[in-house]
């Protein structure tokens, strides 16, 4: 099993979502072409493309 960080596309606002990806293997159907077999789980967490900065002092 391979396990992997994706970054989504940015939202409307310039958000990127992460994500964890599991890769458990793929299959061959009859037909002789290959299935990929992965399963998603959202981190709940986000980038920024253009963060803000704040100003100290």
Known sequence: MKITIQKRE???N???SLRL???HGSKTGQN???AQKRS???LN???Y???R???NG
């Open 21 to 23: 990806v599991y890769y």
């Open 49 to 51: 493309d253009k963060p």
């Open 45 to 47: 967490l986000f980038l």
């Open 14 to 16: 310039g958000h990127r």
């Open 10 to 12: 940015p939202d409307k």
């Open 32 to 34: 002789g072409s290959r």
């Open 40 to 42: 998603y789980e959202p």
């Open 53 to 55: 900065l704040t100003k």
